[in-house]
């Protein structure tokens, strides 16, 4: 447990790390990616020290302010599809947890037409951030077992299995599982000329 323990301490330095060098080089102020996020300094800073686990939401968030890939925070290569090279194998496709019962595949990373298809798995009570988020693009997304409570724009929607959604990314939203069993999700994220891979 105490290895378990040290395990994520350290990934979460590392992911604060690399979300404060990203910032600094883009020469944004907490308060600026607090303002383009929805999050709030203090929190980017706890964040940023390694003492904060963010949710899945809030790294999306703050990788699209940074233009810089979610994936990149965890020093993994994403899931890119190259021009010669159109399969992305189940054994390439990053996961990424937060600890509070959100997990993200990235199943590929579309760098021609900046878009990510991932899994999302919501368990019973998890959502994808602790408030709303905000960040530039476009998503869509179908819900593929459970059902979850989606937040935008200050409007709820209910979806169940085989429910769909499509919204401005640039809409504050969050999503939240408030029913008893796990919900899964297929979500598309556009993010426009994000990334500057």
Same mark, same amino acid.
């Given at each position: ?6 395990? &994520?301490?350290? +990934?979460? %330095? *590392? !992911?604060?790390? #690399?979300?404060? $060098? ?7 102020? =907490? @308060? ?62 990053? &996961?990424?947890? +937060?600890? %509070? *019962? !959100?997990?993200? #595949?990235?199943? $590929? ?7 990510? =298809? @991932? ?62 069993? &796990?919900?899964? +999700? ?12």
């Amino acid at each position: 447990m105490a290895a378990l323990t040290r395990s &994520v301490s350290g +990934t979460l %330095r *590392g !992911v604060g790390a #690399r979300i404060r $060098l990203a910032r600094q080089r883009s020469g944004m102020t =907490l @308060a600026a990616v607090g303002r383009a996020t929805g999050l709030t300094p203090s929190m980017l800073s706890m964040v940023e020290r390694g003492v904060a686990a963010p949710s899945i939401g809030a790294l999306v968030a703050i990788s699209d302010v940074l233009r810089i890939s979610m994936a990149s925070l965890f020093g993994s290569t994403p899931a890119s599809r190259a021009r010669a090279r159109p399969v992305v194998r189940g054994r390439e496709q990053p &996961v990424l947890s +937060t600890g %509070r *019962g !959100v997990q993200r #595949r990235l199943i $590929l990373r579309d760098t021609v037409e900046r878009l990510e =298809l @991932a899994e999302n798995t919501y368990h019973p009570g998890a959502a994808s951030a602790d408030v709303p988020i905000h960040h530039r693009g476009r998503e869509c997304g179908v819900v593929l077992t459970g059902w979850l409570r989606v937040e935008v724009g200050g409007r709820v929607y209910t979806l169940r299995k085989g429910d769909a959604i499509a919204f401005n990314s640039s809409l504050p939203h969050r999503f939240t599982n408030t029913g008893k069993e &796990v919900a899964r +999700t297929l979500w598309v994220n556009v993010h426009g000329n994000r990334w500057s891979v």
